[in-house]
Nanobody
Framework: VQLQAFGGGLVQAGGSLRLSCAASGRTFSKYSMGWFRQAPGKERDFVAFISWSDGNTDYTDSVKGRFTISRDNPKNTMYLQMNSLKPEDTAVYCC???????????????????WGQGTLVTVSS
């Protein structure tokens, strides 16, 4: 599976962006998908996942209520709708694919087999 994230950009605090992750291959629906982000000088952090088996989703606490992860299997695409953006959301956002559907594993980067190149999100204050 090849992944490509896009949709990043510069936005003012309080604004919105929608990231997309396009996947190649014909088995996209059998992969759980996740978003991770890495801010300058920091470790890569989990943002959100959506399970392949039941569509279950989860988010890191700092984005709950502001970000929404979704997927469109026929289009082989996953999305991250980001609202009420804050300067601390500034990071490179990457998408990743995993064969597991176990929720407590999907928050860890080690559960993911495939990674896309990131897209930069910059939120100005």
């Amino acid at each position: 599976v090849q992944l490509q994230a896009f949709g990043g950009g510069l936005v003012q605090a309080g604004g919105s962006l929608r990231l997309s992750c396009a996947a190649s291959g014909r088995t996209f629906s059998k992969y759980s998908m996740g978003w991770f982000r890495q801010a300058p000088g920091k470790e890569r952090d989990f943002v959100a996942f959506i399970s392949w088996s039941d569509g279950n989703t989860d988010y890191t606490d700092s984005v709950k209520g502001r970000f929404t992860i979704s997927r469109d299997n026929p289009k082989n695409t996953m999305y991250l709708q980001m609202n009420s953006l804050k300067p601390e959301d500034t990071a490179v956002y990457c998408c990743a694919a995993s064969t597991t559907s176990i929720p407590n594993r999907l928050r860890a980067g080690t559960a993911y087999l495939y990674w896309g190149q990131g897209t930069l999100v910059t939120v100005s204050s």
